[in-house]
């Protein structure tokens, strides 16, 4: 029998601060560890939701390869987990089962399941928020892991903003959602806001031809799954301020806004779920009140909790310090993490403001912030955003940030450096 997943806390930060000082940053590493694989747990439900729009249809092949991708997920569920499949217009239907419930995943469910998929034909429009609005209903009150992929090759244009936002909120904390868009005429803000509530992924699937292996991707992580709905528990002293607390890798996530009161001085950020070999870096900033040279004060315990009817269990736990020090050497010092991480942040909002600036004809600061996008990614090693920001700019001098725009850039390869601007590279730790 396998042993259970375990949790290790490890936090990175300069803990000398000079006197009068009142800013305390941290990246705090939570790893989780399993000795084997992961076994299937009580509750686990999978959602498969495929656009079965008009839109579908127009580009040759895109429904062919919705569909494969849909088969390969449905055999990818492990056996004995919940698994529905919608299919998504300007309504939401089951495909299977038929009517509105999860059904256990076997052989027999498995391959009625991919026979129906098979069956889809496209037609209608878009309504995403009447797609999360039946996953929502398929999942229920249920506990445990509760995972949905969610595609689409459109906008969300036949319900409005408000909406789609109000499904977006009623299905918060409810399940988690990996969202793909295929082809290059959906809008990212419209998945990365689902996927930013729901704890998800975005990504885009320019090529039909990828999707069955992205899917087998998405849902062989979900079945990795072994701990549900763990939250970052952060204590600070009387008097503090926490400035912001955000998931730096592998994805950038701001999870300041999503706090909820747990305790005197205590807040729970939701992680959603976790598997054995996975790690995550939480970047905390807390502002204290100043102390003299010679103090020392716990600005923060970080506890990885998880909370069911039998109560709240603590997983692992990590201490933020602050020793105030008139020696400039030590004070001045920046935590190598912090810097890291920091940076990777200002890197995602160049390439987000310099792609909006080129849609917007401001070329100027488009290629300002580009150019200081290519400065950051030289200067990180993030080899990958490196290669994505050569589809858009020609590259002059990426030590300085000097950079050309393309006349001609394909759309796939802007929607791509969008679409995975925040993904993050990871520091090397000491």
């Given at each position: 029998?396998?042993?259970?997943?375990?949790?290790?806390?490890?936090?990175?930060?300069?803990?000398?601060?000079?006197?009068?000082?009142?800013?305390?940053?941290?990246?705090?590493?939570?790893?989780?560890?399993?000795?084997?694989?992961?076994?299937?747990?009580?509750?686990?439900?999978?959602?498969?939701?495929?656009?079965?729009?008009?839109?579908?249809?127009?580009?040759?092949?895109?429904?062919?390869?919705?569909?494969?991708?849909?088969?390969?997920?449905?055999?990818?569920?492990?056996?004995?987990?919940?698994?529905?499949?919608?299919?998504?217009?300007?309504?939401?239907?089951?495909?299977?089962?038929?009517?509105?419930?999860?059904?256990?995943?076997?052989?027999?469910?498995?391959?009625?399941?991919?026979?129906?998929?098979?069956?889809?034909?496209?037609?209608?429009?878009?309504?995403?928020?009447?797609?999360?609005?039946?996953?929502?209903?398929?999942?229920?009150?249920?506990?445990?892991?509760?995972?949905?992929?969610?595609?689409?090759?459109?906008?969300?244009?036949?319900?409005?903003?408000?909406?789609?936002?109000?499904?977006?909120?009623?299905?918060?904390?409810?399940?988690?959602?990996?969202?793909?868009?295929?082809?290059?005429?959906?809008?990212?803000?419209?998945?990365?806001?689902?996927?930013?509530?729901?704890?998800?992924?975005?990504?885009?699937?320019?090529?039909?031809?990828?999707?069955?292996?992205?899917?087998?991707?998405?849902?062989?992580?979900?079945?990795?799954?072994?701990?549900?709905?763990?939250?970052?528990?952060?204590?600070?002293?009387?008097?503090?301020?926490?400035?912001?607390?955000?998931?730096?890798?592998?994805e950038l996530a701001d999870l300041t806004g999503r706090r909820t009161e747990s305790g005197t001085q205590t807040g729970d950020y939701p992680t959603g779920s976790w598997g054995g070999a996975e790690s995550r870096d939480y970047h905390i900033c807390i502002e204290v009140a100043p102390g003299g040279v010679g103090d020392v004060m716990l600005a923060g315990r970080v506890s990885l909790v998880r909370t069911n009817a039998a109560g709240t269990e603590v997983l692992g736990q990590g201490l933020i310090k602050a020793v105030w020090t008139d020696d400039v050497v030590q004070s001045s010092k920046i935590s190598p993490e912090v810097a890291?991480?920091?940076?990777?942040?200002?890197?995602?909002?160049?390439?987000?403001?310099?792609?909006?600036?080129?849609?917007?004809?401001?070329?100027?600061?488009?290629?300002?912030?580009?150019?200081?996008?290519?400065?950051?990614?030289?200067?990180?090693?993030?080899?990958?955003?490196?290669?994505?920001?050569?589809?858009?700019?020609?590259?002059?001098?990426?030590?300085?940030?000097?950079?050309?725009?393309?006349?001609?850039?394909?759309?796939?390869?802007?929607?791509?450096?969008?679409?995975?601007?925040?993904?993050?590279?990871?520091?090397?730790?000491?």
């Amino acid at each position: 029998m396998n042993a259970p997943i375990g949790f290790r806390i490890d936090t990175f930060q300069n803990e000398f601060l000079p006197a009068g000082g009142t800013r305390v940053n941290a990246v705090v590493t939570v790893t989780a560890t399993a000795s084997g694989p992961a076994a299937v747990v009580d509750g686990a439900a999978e959602v498969i939701i495929v656009d079965c729009s008009g839109s579908m249809d127009h580009t040759y092949g895109k429904l062919s390869a919705a569909k494969n991708a849909t088969a390969a997920a449905i055999s990818a569920v492990r056996d004995g987990v919940a698994f529905a499949v919608v299919a998504g217009t300007d309504t939401a239907r089951m495909v299977y089962p038929v009517t509105p419930a999860l059904i256990e995943a076997n052989a027999n469910h498995k391959q009625n399941a991919i026979k129906a998929v098979q069956g889809l034909r496209a037609g209608g429009g878009t309504a995403i928020g009447t797609w999360l609005q039946l996953a929502r209903k398929l999942f229920g009150d249920r506990a445990g892991l509760r995972h949905a992929i969610l595609l689409t090759d459109g906008r969300d244009e036949h319900e409005s903003a408000n909406q789609l936002d109000a499904e977006i909120r009623s299905s918060t904390g409810v399940f988690a959602c990996d969202c793909r868009g295929v082809g290059t005429d959906w809008e990212i803000a419209e998945l990365r806001k689902i996927s930013t509530a729901l704890l998800g992924t975005v990504d885009i699937v320019a090529d039909p031809a990828d999707l069955v292996a992205d899917f087998r991707a998405m849902t062989a992580a979900a079945m990795g799954k072994e701990v549900a709905d763990v939250a970052l528990r952060l204590w600070t002293p009387r008097g503090a301020t926490v400035k912001f607390v955000k998931q730096v890798a592998p994805e950038l996530a701001d999870l300041t806004g999503r706090r909820t009161e747990s305790g005197t001085q205590t807040g729970d950020y939701p992680t959603g779920s976790w598997g054995g070999a996975e790690s995550r870096d939480y970047h905390i900033c807390i502002e204290v009140a100043p102390g003299g040279v010679g103090d020392v004060m716990l600005a923060g315990r970080v506890s990885l909790v998880r909370t069911n009817a039998a109560g709240t269990e603590v997983l692992g736990q990590g201490l933020i310090k602050a020793v105030w020090t008139d020696d400039v050497v030590q004070s001045s010092k920046i935590s190598p993490e912090v810097a890291h991480y920091t940076g990777q942040a200002e890197l995602a909002g160049a390439i987000q403001e310099g792609l909006t600036a080129r849609r917007l004809g401001d070329l100027d600061t488009a290629t300002q912030r580009l150019g200081r996008a290519v400065q950051l990614a030289a200067e990180s090693g993030h080899e990958d955003t490196a290669k994505l920001l050569a589809g858009v700019v020609d590259v002059l001098d990426a030590r300085t940030g000097t950079v050309r725009l393309k006349s001609a850039v394909r759309k796939a390869d802007e929607m791509t450096l969008d679409t995975r601007s925040t993904k993050t590279s990871r520091v090397h730790k000491r």
